[in-house]
């Protein structure tokens, strides 16, 4: 004897069936994930690293500094050519 229903509730295996052939579907259907960056993410990426490779600013160094240029002590060509070389240097 088979029994389809009774009052309305489905047989129990026929459920357990779709479960089985939904989840054989996923299986096959599975794929790995993947990330795709834009170039232009690339390219803020590598700004956003040196920026962090950048050394800290040191406030007591550049209140230094600023009291050397008020006092006219700051103006050597050679120490001005050499600092935009550190700057450059870290930037680039």
């Known amino acids: 004897?088979?029994?389809?229903?009774?009052?309305?509730i489905p047989r129990p295996h026929h459920q357990i069936e779709e479960a089985k052939n939904q989840t054989r579907k996923l299986h096959?259907?599975?794929?790995?994930?993947r990330i795709d960056i834009s170039p232009e993410a690339k390219r803020i990426s590598k700004y956003v690293k040196i920026i962090k490779d950048m050394p800290e600013v040191r406030e007591e160094k550049i209140k230094e500094i600023k009291e050397?240029?008020?006092?006219?002590?700051?103006?050597?060509?050679?120490?001005?050519?050499e600092t935009i070389k550190k700057l450059t240097q870290n930037i680039l």
């Open 1 to 8: 004897m088979d029994i389809n229903e009774i009052k309305g």
């Open 28 to 33: 096959r259907k599975e794929k790995k994930d």
């Open 68 to 81: 050397k240029i008020v006092r006219g002590e700051y103006k050597s060509e050679k120490i001005i050519e």
